[in-house]
């Protein structure tokens, strides 16, 4: 009956439903963050200038949570089955940015970045995407890590994070941990001094500074969970969302080498702490559970949307009065995208595919 105890041990575990929720919050940032950047190059002059610090919240939601499904499972179900969750989980819609950055690249009305590129070059570049090999080539689009989806930088460092996480992290003591968060926190105000600021890690240039983010924040996730460092409130999502909000709408305040470490070395974790320790009531559980399905495609399915918005306001110039409704409409034309894909591909093709892992492991045992 061995197989009976694996599958048990595959089952997920209860969500934290508000930080699902925070999560959606944060995705929903990166997308307003992405329209407005081609608006206000500048990050400084953006309401929303600091979006890209949701990267930094995500891959501490990632710790805590690797940390509450994982650290007493992984023991018993092996690496290979935790690999196999986490590419279930994870890649089905890395092929699906991959796939719709192609589409976009040669759809594009506005501008042919293709043109420039062989079809072998272009088809190098569809592999590194979909196997998530970085690959900064693509000089009219910043030396992009991943030319085809840019969001995808982030989803090589999570993958990181997970292998360390499974041969390495997942056996050191609290106090190894945090003397690890501790160098990693030197690494996050070093490359601020040196940069300016924490904008980092998505192009060739800047490609450690990635793994610097991912760092700090996946190990203070982790630390957050096995510390017991989850404080109980009543705050509920609406705040706590409030809370989140804010701190993607400090890029005018003070210096960025400044603010932006504070934010992620200690505000960040403490939203984590609260959100998992908050109340949920439940004319809002509906909202956090639709916010955290669709954080994940709509963070991985936006980008080439947002190649054709850059290349519309370059080449028309659109009257300012117009961008305030292309950036809305826009952003909620993504989510219901982000929603059909999901619906009709990741949910479909996760289910399809835990099927199959399930055939497999009854017939092995």
Same mark, same amino acid.
Not at 351 to 361: I, T
């Given at each position: 009956?061995?197989?009976? !105890?694996?599958?048990?041990?595959?089952?997920?575990?209860?969500?934290f439903?508000?930080?699902?929720?925070?999560?959606g919050?944060?995705? %929903?940032?990166?997308?307003?963050?992405?329209?407005?950047?081609?608006?206000?190059?500048?990050?400084?002059? *953006?309401?929303?200038?600091?979006?890209? %610090?949701?990267?930094?919240?995500?891959?501490?939601?990632?710790?805590f949570?690797?940390?509450?499904?994982?650290?007493?499972?992984?023991?018993?179900?092996?690496?290979?089955?935790?690999?196999?969750?986490?590419?279930?989980?994870?890649?089905? #819609?890395?092929?699906?940015?991959?796939?719709?950055?192609?589409?976009?690249?040669?759809?594009?009305?506005?501008a042919?970045?293709?043109?420039?590129?062989?079809?072998?070059? #272009?088809?190098?570049?569809?592999?590194?995407?979909?196997?998530?090999?970085?690959?900064?080539?693509?000089?009219?689009?910043?030396?992009?890590?991943? +030319?085809? *989806?840019?969001p995808?930088?982030?989803?090589?460092?999570?993958?990181?994070? *997970?292998?360390?996480?499974?041969?390495?992290?997942?056996?050191?003591?609290?106090?190894?941990?945090?003397?690890?968060?501790?160098?990693?926190?030197?690494?996050?105000?070093? @490359?601020?001094?040196?940069?300016?600021?924490?904008?980092?890690?998505?192009?060739?240039?800047?490609?450690?500074?990635?793994?610097?983010?991912? +760092?700090?924040?996946?190990?203070a996730?982790?630390?957050?969970?096995?510390?017991?460092?989850?404080?109980?409130?009543?705050?509920?999502?609406?705040?706590? +969302?409030?809370?989140?909000a !804010?701190?993607?709408?400090?890029?005018g305040?003070?210096?960025?080498?400044?603010?932006?470490?504070?934010?992620? #070395?200690?505000?960040?974790?403490?939203?984590?702490? %609260?959100?998992?320790?908050?109340? %949920?009531?439940?004319? !809002?559980?509906?909202?956090?559970?639709?916010?955290? *399905?669709?954080?994940?495609? #709509?963070?991985?399915?936006?980008?080439?949307?947002?190649?054709?918005?850059?290349?519309?306001? @370059?080449?028309?110039?659109?009257p300012?009065?117009?961008?305030?409704?292309? @950036?809305?409409?826009? !952003?909620?034309?993504?989510?219901?995208?982000?929603?059909?894909?999901?619906?009709?591909?990741?949910?479909?093709?996760?289910?399809?595919?835990?099927?199959?892992?399930?055939?497999?492991?009854l017939?092995?045992?």
């Open positions: 009956m061995k197989h009976i !105890t694996e599958e048990k041990l595959l089952q997920s575990k209860q969500h439903h508000i930080l699902d929720g925070l999560r919050i944060a995705a %929903l940032a990166v997308v307003v963050f992405h329209f407005m950047e081609w608006i206000y190059p500048d990050f400084t002059q *953006n309401f929303i200038g600091h979006g890209f %610090l949701a990267v930094d919240f995500f891959f501490c939601l990632s710790g949570v690797i940390a509450y499904a994982y650290d007493k499972r992984l023991p018993q179900m092996g690496i290979r089955a935790f690999f196999t969750s986490r590419l279930i989980r994870l890649h089905p #819609l890395v092929i699906a940015g991959t796939v719709l950055g192609v589409i976009g690249l040669f759809a594009d009305p506005f042919d970045h293709a043109a420039a590129h062989s079809m072998g070059a #272009l088809a190098l570049m569809v592999l590194c995407s979909l196997f998530l090999i970085p690959l900064p080539t693509m000089e009219e689009r910043a030396f992009n890590l991943f +030319s085809l *989806n840019a995808s930088w982030s989803l090589f460092w999570e993958y990181i994070a *997970n292998i360390l996480y499974a041969f390495v992290l997942v056996r050191l003591s609290k106090k190894v941990l945090g003397v690890l968060l501790v160098l990693a926190a030197g690494g996050i105000v070093w @490359v601020s001094y040196r940069a300016g600021n924490l904008l980092g890690g998505w192009n060739g240039a800047t490609f450690f500074d990635g793994g610097i983010r991912m +760092s700090y924040s996946f190990l996730g982790l630390l957050v969970y096995r510390s017991g460092w989850i404080i109980k409130n009543k705050l509920g999502f609406v705040a706590l +969302s409030i809370l989140l !804010t701190a993607f709408m400090t890029s305040l003070g210096n960025s080498a400044i603010v932006e470490p504070l934010l992620v #070395l200690f505000y960040f974790p403490l939203l984590v702490s %609260l959100g998992a320790g908050s109340v %949920l009531s439940g004319s !809002t559980q509906k909202v956090c559970v639709f916010m955290g *399905n669709i954080s994940y495609p #709509l963070y991985m399915t936006h980008y080439f949307a947002i190649w054709w918005f850059g290349n519309y306001f @370059v080449s028309k110039n659109p300012q009065e117009y961008l305030p409704w292309i @950036v809305g409409i826009g !952003t909620v034309v993504l989510v219901f995208f982000a929603w059909l894909v999901m619906k009709f591909y990741d949910m479909p093709l996760r289910n399809f595919l835990s099927r199959k892992r399930k055939k497999m492991l017939k092995r045992n």
